[in-house]
């Protein structure tokens, strides 16, 4: 087939060229160390650049710069409409570098760069732009309160929302310019400071915004990324007394550790984790728009979105018409590199990840799926699974339980309603679900007995900056977006005064 591959910016080849490492106090950290690692583009395996890991003297320097900028007022003094005015600004420099940023990401990640610029660029814009608004509209409350000591003595009492302090904002690969910015404009409308640690595969994307957000005005050290491995850096990072509040974006194993490191010192979390994430057709559900919800939900990024629709529930008498029509489509996809604009499916972020994805293939071998499409390698350099259809499955199968982060969707059988639902809640993660018909009462009565953190009908995956997203069950603690993020980077401070 053929390519059309988008021309590298020079802005882009530019910041490729550099050497990379840790971002403080507004630049480059300028410690020199042994230790450094190479930045892989996942299309080609080739290697974009290096950056230098931190080691844990480094994590000390990147905390130390967002305390100070912290305590010394230069943030989170500033009037609201200061802070408003600044991170639109961050935005609007977002917006003017954007096809830099969404070419940086897909050369990194993997992703379509259509992907690129609509999500991690365009959804990302829209997130700055609604969060930085937050800054002038943080409130508290006033109370009634009916203290009877001193005797006569009258009250006034109210709350205020105080900045939670300096934010680690612990970021995955999947979605790395967005997720991290997920955690930057709640946490600075709040007047906090932040250390965004990005993940090992990807932390170009992160060093870049850092670089624009001086450039917008937002004060030395507010904004510091910390780049190390994960497994040495991560766990100093959390358990520094310094930071009082942890946002991790990430897998469930690692994101209990977080949890519990983080308890010792009291330091604030909030954990969004995996998920596995069901489609509940039914009987009435319009098979052609849940065919392309199947596609559009559980493929996008290659399926490496906690989010993605992963096990799909049909009725039985619509099954092998589903199965049929889903499969078809799915095996047309074309395959590429997220720089090729005619690519539709492309690589996984890494070889790790990539053999993670074909392990959890050959699993469903052995446990008996039919494989209605994919399942065969890709013969291209990089890191690719060709989309794939799992049909025949059944609930205790591995691939309908576990989280694969892959372009593989299981295709379930169900006979009444009430086995559906069963099936859907039969998860130890609770991060998203869809429903599909147009059967409205039924469909409200389900509602209710979901057990997820978001329940889409008709359609599956997005999301918006004004509804709260995170998990029931594993798939987390807390809600991001909307004013839970705001509630989330403060803390409540009850005032009482006798006069
Ligand atoms: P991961 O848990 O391996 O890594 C996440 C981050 O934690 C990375 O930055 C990593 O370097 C860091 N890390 C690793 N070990 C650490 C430690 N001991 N202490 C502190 N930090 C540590 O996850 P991943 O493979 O990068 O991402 C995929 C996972 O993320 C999937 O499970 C996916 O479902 C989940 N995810 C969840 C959401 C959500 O909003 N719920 C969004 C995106 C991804």
């Known amino acids: ?16 060229d550099k050497r990379h490492r840790s971002f403080l106090d507004g630049g480059q950290c300028r410690t020199q160390h042994e230790r450094s690692m190479d930045i892989l583009d996942p299309a080609t395996a080739g290697v974009l650049t290096r950056v230098q890991l931190a080691d844990l003297e480094e994590v000390d320097a990147v905390v130390a710069s967002a305390h100070r900028a912290f305590t010394s007022g230069c943030w989170s003094k500033l009037a609201p409409a200061a802070r408003e005015r600044i991170l639109l600004r961050f935005a609007d420099l977002v917006e003017a570098h954007g096809e830099e940023l969404a070419q940086l990401e897909t050369l990194n990640q993997g992703k379509s760069i259509h992907l690129s610029r609509a999500i991690e660029v365009g959804a990302s814009l829209n997130y700055m732009r609604y969060m930085a608004g937050w800054a002038t509209k943080i409130e508290g409350q006033t109370l009634d309160v009916s203290i009877p000591m001193p005797e006569h003595a009258r009250f006034n009492a109210y709350t205020r929302r105080e900045p939670a302090g300096v934010v680690a904002g612990i970021v995955p690969w999947n979605f790395p310019m967005m997720i991290a910015l997920w955690k930057v404009i709640p946490a600075l409308a709040c007047g906090c400071t932040v250390i965004i640690k990005p993940a090992d595969e990807t932390p170009l994307t992160a060093l870049r915004l850092a670089e624009l957000a001086v450039e917008a005005g937002i004060p030395a050290g507010v904004f510091n990324v910390l780049i190390g491995r994960g497994a040495e850096v991560g766990p100093a990072l959390v358990a520094h007394p310094l930071v009082n509040k942890v946002s991790f974006t990430g897998s469930t194993a690692v994101g209990k550790q977080v949890g519990i490191a983080a308890l010792q010192n ?5 954990l ?5 994430n ?6 009435d559900a319009d098979l052609d728009k849940a065919v392309a919800g199947a596609i559009g939900g559980g493929l996008l990024n290659q399926g490496q979105v906690c989010a993605a629709a992963s096990r799909i529930y049909v009725q039985a008498r619509q099954y092998e018409r589903f199965v049929e029509a889903l499969s078809a489509q799915v095996g047309a996809l074309s395959i590429g590199a997220g720089m090729d604009a005619t690519a539709q499916v492309g690589p996984l972020v890494s070889k790790k990840q990539q053999s993670s994805v074909l392990n959890y293939l050959e699993i469903a071998r052995r446990e008996g799926a039919r494989f209605a499409a994919g399942g065969q390698p890709v013969d291209l350099p990089g890191y690719f699974v060709a989309p794939t259809v799992l049909a025949d499955m059944q609930q205790r199968m591995t691939c309908v339980q576990e989280e694969i982060f892959g372009p593989v969707l299981s295709v379930v059988p169900y006979d009444n309603l009430e086995q559906g639902l069963q099936m859907v809640n039969d998860s130890r993660y609770g991060l998203t679900a869809s429903l599909w018909s147009n059967d409205l009462g039924r469909v409200m009565e389900l509602i209710p007995q979901i057990e997820a953190g978001t329940v889409w009908v008709n359609n599956h995956v997005p999301v918006d900056p004004n509804l709260p997203f995170g998990g029931y069950k594993q798939s987390g603690m807390g809600r991001e977006f909307g004013r839970s993020a705001i509630e989330g980077f403060t803390e409540i401070k009850s005032v009482c005064i006798t006069y």
């Open 266 to 270: 009291m330091t604030r979390f909030i």
């Open 272 to 276: 969004e984790l995996g998920g596995k």
């Open 278 to 283: 069901p489609m509940l057709l039914l009987e």
């Open 1 to 16: 087939m053929a390519t059309s591959l988008v021309s590298t910016l020079p802005a882009v080849e530019g910041f490729l």
